[in-house]
């Protein structure tokens, strides 16, 4: 295990105008660690993740990023060719809307395949061999490889999303509401991949929701967001079991029982 | 006798936001130590804190006051304080946990929840398996269960669940909240069996049992909590 973190992230702060996004966010995250920031909608937790994963410029703090060479580097610093190479090879971003992630009008295959020429395969067997595997990992017939997603199911398409993001091998991935849209049972099946994958895989993740369970499932370490603001933070179960802010007891009180 | 955990004057109420916030006490002046080779077990009624006491060790409830120092590797790391990810090491490496109740994983079988804990610690998963498999044998965990996720196990076979998979590593500090609650007499001495092996390997182990004849064959020291009851303190 290694002493220092992945990410570290430094007040930051995002305003549209005098609407505050998110504000004087501190954190840091570590390999194999799963996060999850949870709050309302307009908490500003998808700001945050929009920041953290460049796809937004923060109006203030900074956000550095260990490489694989173990050098730390500025996120919002980098140039814009070296922050898609990022997001192309070491990140995952897995969208709320599959549509959002995948392109819809080519195959299976050629939309995990697509991550991997961008690394620089070219082998059309390799990449096609890859591609299979990376579909039965995520529980996709291989007799589908040739079909688009748009005659998939939801479950599918988020599947082939997930596939598609971990075929390169990330070191951090970012999941937009990975379950939300989906009925429960199709939850309890993506959420088990979910985890399988990130434990075996050690990736670290940044994982947005509003469903404490679905935080409870994935994740060792929790923010709670409102209003722009971190309200709580602490291990998932901590939080969980032993909310302390008032908005904290609040969305626990909130749950439904079963 | 090495004491690998010491409380000092732990307190902990709850404060209720959304009911005009409210401060409910729960215990206050907690302080005693847990030594290797022992079960020292937690006494009370109902309600005087057991459980919020072993739940403050394990990092799963806050602690308002007080130290809750640890020996973790090599050095002593104050609980009560800790990162999140230092409890997390510390819930891996050193310190274990049976809870009361199972928190069951959709599609994960009783043997991986089992095996699980010891796969964290770095362990091969095959060794991992059929250590679990041994463990649920001897806790007589019909071998047809074994593949199933325990969801829809009853309350005694999840039970065994869950103390296989709290007795199947080997941290040197063991949490025991009621493990035997739910268990026919049989199963009750396997797990008298399992905590006697504990001892004699040298670990701390700390429990509520509320069933006395499993706490007769198991304690070796006795702490009432009524003592840290937090009226009394703050009286």
């Known amino acids: 295990m290694t002493d220092e973190p992945l990410l570290r992230v430094s007040a930051l702060s995002k305003f549209y105008g005098s609407r ?6 501190t954190f840091d995250l570590w390999p194999g660690e799963v996060l999850a920031v949870v709050g309302e909608s307009g908490s500003g937790k998808t700001t945050l993740l929009n920041c953290l994963s460049t796809r937004l410029l923060p109006s203030s703090g900074t956000a550095s990023y260990r490489m694989r060479d173990g050098q730390f580097r500025e996120l919002y610093r980098m140039s814009e060719a070296e922050r898609r190479f990022l ?27 697509e991550r991997l020429m961008a ?60 379950t939300g849209g989906l009925d429960v049972s199709v939850q309890a099946r993506l959420l088990d991949l979910l ?44 939080v969980l079991d032993d909310p302390r802010a008032p908005y904290t007891q609040l969305l626990v009180s909130s749950i439904l029982q079963v | 006798m090495p004491t690998p955990l010491v409380v000092s004057d732990v307190a902990k109420s709850f404060t209720m936001h959304l009911r005009d916030g409210i401060k409910l006490p729960v215990v206050a002046g907690v302080s005693f130590s847990i030594r290797s080779g022992e079960c020292t077990v937690l006494g009370g009624p109902s309600g005087a804190g057991k459980s919020s006491i072993l739940k403050m060790l394990y990092g799963n409830y806050a602690v308002d006051e007080g130290q809750i120092i640890v020996q973790h590797e090599d050095g002593l790391i104050d609980l009560a304080t800790a990162s999140p990810r230092t409890v997390l090491a510390v819930r891996r490496l050193t310190i274990g946990y049976v809870s009361q109740f199972l928190r069951t994983v959709p599609r994960v079988s009783a043997l991986d929840v089992v095996a699980e804990p010891l796969v964290e610690r770095g362990e091969d998963r095959e060794v991992a398996r059929s250590k679990a498999r041994a463990l649920l044998a001897q806790l007589n965990l019909p071998e047809k269960l074994w593949m199933l996720p325990p969801a829809t196990f009853s309350g005694g076979e999840q039970q065994r669940v869950n103390i296989a998979r709290g007795f199947i590593t080997e941290h040197p500090i063991l949490l025991l909240d009621e493990p035997t609650a739910s268990l026919d007499a049989r199963n009750r001495d396997v797990v008298i069996a399992l905590i006697a ?13 509320h069933d006395h004849d499993v706490r007769e064959a198991v304690a070796d020291r006795l702490i009432d909590v009524t003592a840290f009851a937090a009226g009394k303190i703050a009286a």
């Not at chain 1, 505050?20 to 966010?25: A, K, L, R």
């Not at chain 1, 809307?97 to 392109?103: K, M, S, T």
């Not at chain 1, 579909?135 to 005659?151: H, K, Q």
């Not at chain 2, 092996?197 to 049992?209: D, M, N, P, T």
């Open chain 1, 87 to 113: 997001m192309r090879t070491d990140w995952g971003f897995v969208h709320q809307n599959p549509a959002d992630g995948l392109r819809m009008t080519v195959s299976a295959g050629a939309n995990v395949g």
């Open chain 1, 119 to 178: 690394v620089g395969d070219r082998h059309y067997g390799k990449i096609r061999a890859t591609a299979v595997d990376w579909l039965s990992r995520v529980e996709i017939d291989e007799d589908r490889i040739d079909d688009e997603p748009r005659a998939f199911s939801g479950g599918m398409r988020q599947r082939l999303q997930i596939a598609r993001n971990l075929v390169t091998g990330p070191r951090l991935v970012f999941m937009d509401e990975p």
């Open chain 2, 197 to 209: 092996a504990k001892k004699a390997a040298g670990v701390a182990l700390l429990g509520i049992f």
């Open chain 1, 195 to 238: 985890r399988g994958l990130v434990t075996d895989l050690g990736l670290a993740a940044i994982v947005v929701t509003h469903d404490l369970a679905v935080a409870r499932l994935l994740s060792q370490r929790m923010m709670v967001m409102k209003d722009g603001r971190v309200v709580e933070s602490g291990l998932t179960d901590r």
């Open chain 1, 20 to 25: 505050v996004g998110c504000e004087n966010v």
